[in-house]
């Protein structure tokens, strides 16, 4: 096994000891995390690809997604995962709006 990563463990776990032992403080850092992205219904997730004047092409390759996915969703059939979700949110506030050109 990687030794580096036994003395890493070690030194945290001692760091842990000490802690509770009141030798030492340890610093916290705090962090924001965004609230959950909203649910988009099939007849959000069209309205943002229209909005946006994108074909379904395009608004998959915008989202990285498959063109049938983006079909499954304006249809009702299959709702975005999470990581989708956040995504669409970002293209719908005006976050992330690539502008498309034809080559």
């Known amino acids: 096994m990687n030794n580096k990563f036994f003395k890493d463990l070690k030194a945290g776990l001692e760091d842990a000891i000490a802690y509770k032992e009141g030798k030492i403080n340890l610093r916290s850092q705090i962090i924001e995390i965004p609230e959950p992205p909203a649910l988009y219904k099939a007849k959000q997730i069209k309205k943002i690809r229209e909005r946006n004047r994108y074909s379904q092409g395009v ?36 976050i992330y709006c690539p502008d498309i050109y034809k080559r």
Not at 65 to 93: C, F, N, Y
């Open 59 to 94: 608004f998959a390759k915008v989202l990285n997604v498959s063109v049938k996915t983006v079909q499954s969703w304006e249809s009702g059939q299959r709702m975005p995962s999470h990581a989708a979700l956040r995504l669409l949110e970002i293209v719908d506030k005006g």
